[in-house]
């Protein structure tokens, strides 16, 4: 992940996938954007909301608010799933 300013934040990864990106906090898997939008945006249950640095770069990629993000798991629209075994 690069920063506005184009630096490389640690610890912070965007990885592509044939199947879609994910985003990646330390060692654990936050998020998954699949490229097929028929399929919903998964986010770990456990680690999407795990510290306030997660989250500061998971709305970076995502590109919306933690009360976006809660309305839209609340909506149905991201799925909560595990992501990391």
Do not use: H
Request: positive net charge; glycine residues 6%.
């Amino acid at each position: 992940m690069v920063s506005t300013n184009g630096n490389r934040i640690a610890n912070q990864f965007i990885i592509e996938t044939p199947d879609g990106i994910f985003f990646q906090s330390y060692n654990s898997i936050i998020c998954f954007e699949p490229k097929d939008r028929t399929q919903k945006t998964k986010l770990d249950k456990k680690y999407w909301n795990f510290s306030k640095t997660t989250g500061k770069y998971r709305n970076i990629f995502l590109g919306e608010t933690k009360a976006e993000t809660q309305a839209k798991i609340n909506a149905g629209v991201y799925e909560l799933v595990n992501l990391n075994d």
